[in-house]
């Protein structure tokens, strides 16, 4: 297990919430920050405030320095050949956003196929049913097993020479499922089709190294990683993103502008429109500083091992549902449940009276709600501040929970 010192770093944990110590088990919808990353923002703020690459004064060349060291942080953090391959975005959505409206415009064609699982969040579902829909394409999903994994056979079957595009999250933010992406971008490029990685839950919890997954494109978000919102990276091999188009103009991204026509930044300015995230970066990077010097193995390791002791612990509750993968190291620190009879919002609002903090709703994965025939679930998700004195306080706030409810479960 991670020393249960790290909980110090993180303030907004030294608090109470309904006359209980806050036992926070929502990280997949967002992570809580270290003083390290709050310290960052802080100090870019107080002394080195300014827009970047455009001045030529002090202020302009520390932000610039800052940025751009961000970038190549990031690049070594999930191992990219280069920092032109590292486009800082607002996040995983618009990233995936990105990809749909600038490579799949230009490459999908009517009949083609876009391939994705039932599992995906929103943002890996919304842009390519749009662009499916403006090109005439199919979208196409792969089924899933009964314990909520892919199989690579079913992958096989579903990815065809017409494919196009496959899109598929590393890690469920529901099932908590670790999908083979390196098998699946080894299919996906026998069929000629690009692979693109919705790596939103993955980066802040695995090692990530984009080089030995080959994968074409990969998305993740600032803060669930520790680091702010309003930050996130995509990540393209060097080649494609040379071939595509902005979906942003004006700002960073322009090299020449005339009356009638303009031409563009190199990579990987070309995608940066406007001002850009320049605070978002610099806490992103002390975010990647503070995570590596846990060490993502051991991230990995502690939250399968709180994975492990929260299924067993809670499998003990009559009338809980857990879904997903029964084995805990098949999945990330994420536990999906129902209790027979109450409402997860129900629920999470009695956890809530008792200072734990648990999502509650469709997790925007209303596909995968309807395959495990659910209208919600509860959540409870966990990263490197947690332990297993949090998920003792979750069981008994499920056992008050069943207290409240007059034992209906």
């Known amino acids: ?84 391959e590292v486009i800082f975005m607002r996040g995983t959505t618009t990233a995936l956003n990105t990809v749909a409206q600038s490579y799949g415009e230009a490459n999908v064609q009517e009949g083609d196929e876009i391939v994705i699982t039932y599992m995906e969040h929103h943002s890996n579902i919304i842009p390519w049913q749009q662009l499916a829909k403006e090109k005439g394409a199919i979208l196409k999903y792969v089924d899933l097993e009964e314990d909520g994994t892919l199989s690579l056979e079913k992958v096989r079957a579903t990815i065809t020479q017409r494919t196009k595009i496959v899109s598929i999250m590393y890690v469920s933010n529901v099932l908590g499922t670790m999908n083979p992406i390196k098998e699946i971008t080894q299919i996906a490029h026998e069929n000629g089709a690009v692979m693109v990685v919705d790596g939103a839950q993955a980066a802040p919890h695995l090692r990530i190294d984009v080089q030995d997954l080959d994968c074409d494109f990969f998305a993740f978000s600032g803060h669930k990683m520790c680091g702010p919102t309003g930050i996130g990276v995509l990540y393209g091999k060097k080649e494609l993103l040379e071939q595509m188009e902005p979906v942003e103009f004006g700002g960073e991204m322009i090299d020449f502008v005339g009356l009638y026509d303009s031409t563009w930044k190199e990579l990987p300015w070309k995608f940066e429109g406007g001002t850009p995230i320049i605070a ?64 997860p919002h129900d629920l999470a609002t009695v956890l809530d009276m008792n200072g734990i903090a648990v999502r509650a709703g469709h997790h925007c994965a209303q596909p995968l709600m309807k395959w495990l025939q659910v209208s919600a679930t509860a959540r409870a998700s966990f990263y490197v501040y947690n332990s297993e004195e949090d998920i003792d306080r979750l069981v008994a706030g499920l056992s008050t929970a069943k207290e409240y409810f007059n034992d209906v479960f």
Do not use: C, W
């Open 1 to 84: 297990m991670i020393n249960k010192d790290i909980r110090s770093y993180f303030p907004i944990l030294n608090q109470e919430v309904n006359g209980y110590p806050l036992v926070y088990l929502d990280s997949a919808a967002t992570s809580q920050k270290p003083v390290q990353v709050i310290e960052a923002l802080r100090k870019y703020y107080e002394f080195d405030n300014s827009n970047v690459h455009r001045g030529v004064h002090t202020l302009g060349n520390r932000a610039t320095e800052s940025y751009e060291g961000a970038r190549e942080k990031v690049r070594n953090f999930i191992s990219a050949k280069s920092t032109q």
């Open 280 to 343: 978002g970066a610099v806490g992103l990077a002390a975010a990647i500083d503070f995570l590596e010097e846990i060490g993502l193995d051991e991230i990995e390791k502690h939250e399968h091992e709180l994975a492990a002791y929260a299924m067993d612990r809670m499998s003990t509750i009559n009338g809980l549902t857990i879904y997903g993968p029964k084995d805990p190291g098949k999945r990330a620190g994420i536990v999906t449940f129902n209790v027979n009879d109450v409402h």
